[in-house]
C-alpha cells in the first residue's frame, strides 16, 4: 500500500510556465487537500475537495487550480508560476467518513522553485 | 475559522530532559485537536489526537498531550526525548467543517 504519492519530488520552473502537481492516493479517502508549507507560516490550505466532483477553496487559493475526476486524483495547477509560488507542497486525505475527527494523511511534498 | 498558536518557534533541549510544545487554539465550536510530526524532508505524520472523553491523550513515540478546555491549549510533552525526536511539531484543529487549521509549527532540536 503506498498511502499518498505526489509527483515531482521537486521542480524548478520558469516564472510563467504552466505547471501541475500530481497527487494519487489509493486509501479510497473521499477527502483530499493540498498545502503549501512556508518557513514561518506553517501549513496553509490552498484547496479541497470533500468527494470526488466536487472542490472547494481554501485560505491562499489565488493562482492555483483543482480538480477532482475520480476519487484517487487531486491534481495541483498552476496556471502561471509566480516567484511567490516557490513553496514546498503537500497533498492530505482523510478517511471515507471524511469527518472532522478524522486524521489527514500526508503526502511526502513536492518541492517547488519558481526562478 | 479558527486559529491555532504555537507560542514558541524554536525548543532546544538536551537528550533525556523532558520538553513541552505549547499549543493554544480559538474557538467558540467544539473542535478535535492533533498534533503531527514533520521528520526532515518528509510529509507529516499524526502523533496523537483528542477527539472526547479522557483529557489526557497518548501517542506515539512516547508523546502525550492535555487538552484544557478552560485555557483552550493542547500542549505536547514528552518525559525523556531521544536525538531521534529532532523534528518540527504542528498542532492543529479541525471543525464541523471539516478543515483543518494548523499552527505555524515548533522546531525541536535534541542536543546530545
Known amino acids: 500500500i503506498a498511502g499518498i504519492t505526489q509527483a515531482p519530488t521537486s521542480q524548478i520552473l520558469a516564472a510563467g510556465r504552466r505547471m501541475t502537481l500530481r497527487c494519487t492516493q489509493d486509501m479510497r479517502h473521499n477527502a483530499m487537500y493540498w498545502y503549501r508549507q512556508d518557513l514561518g507560516l506553517g501549513l496553509r490550505l490552498i484547496h479541497y475537495?470533500?468527494?470526488?466532483?466536487?472542490?472547494g477553496k481554501g485560505e491562499v487559493p489565488d493562482g492555483y487550480s483543482v480538480s477532482r475526476a475520480n476519487t484517487d486524483d487531486f491534481p495541483l495547477t498552476l496556471a502561471s508560476a509566480v516567484p511567490s509560488q516557490t513553496s514546498v507542497y503537500f497533498c492530505?486525505?482523510?478517511?471515507?467518513?471524511?469527518?472532522?475527527?478524522?486524521?489527514?494523511?500526508f503526502g511526502p511534498g513536492t518541492r517547488l522553485t519558481v526562478l | 475559522a479558527q486559529s491555532v498558536t504555537q507560542l514558541d518557534s524554536q525548543v532546544p533541549v538536551f537528550e533525556e530532559a523532558p520538553v513541552e510544545l505549547r499549543c493554544n487554539y480559538s474557538?467558540?465550536?467544539?473542535?478535535?485537536l492533533f498534533w503531527y510530526v514533520q521528520y526532515p524532508n518528509q510529509g507529516l505524520q499524526l502523533l496523537l489526537k483528542?477527539?472526547?472523553?479522557?483529557?489526557l491523550v497518548k501517542g506515539i513515540n512516547g508523546f502525550e498531550a492535555e487538552f484544557n478546555k478552560s485555557q483552550t491549549s493542547f500542549h505536547l510533552r514528552k518525559p525523556s526525548v531521544h536525538i531521534s525526536d529532532t523534528a518540527e511539531y504542528f498542532c492543529?484543529?479541525?471543525?464541523?467543517?471539516?478543515?483543518?487549521?494548523f499552527g505555524t509549527g515548533t522546531s525541536l532540536t535534541v542536543i546530545p
Open positions: 492543529a484543529v479541525s471543525d464541523t467543517g471539516n478543515q483543518f487549521y
Open positions: 475537495s470533500n468527494t470526488a466532483g466536487t472542490t
Open positions: 492530505a486525505s482523510s478517511d471515507p467518513t471524511g469527518g472532522a475527527d478524522n486524521e489527514q494523511f
Open positions: 474557538s467558540s465550536v467544539s473542535v478535535y
Open positions: 483528542y477527539l472526547s472523553g479522557s483529557t
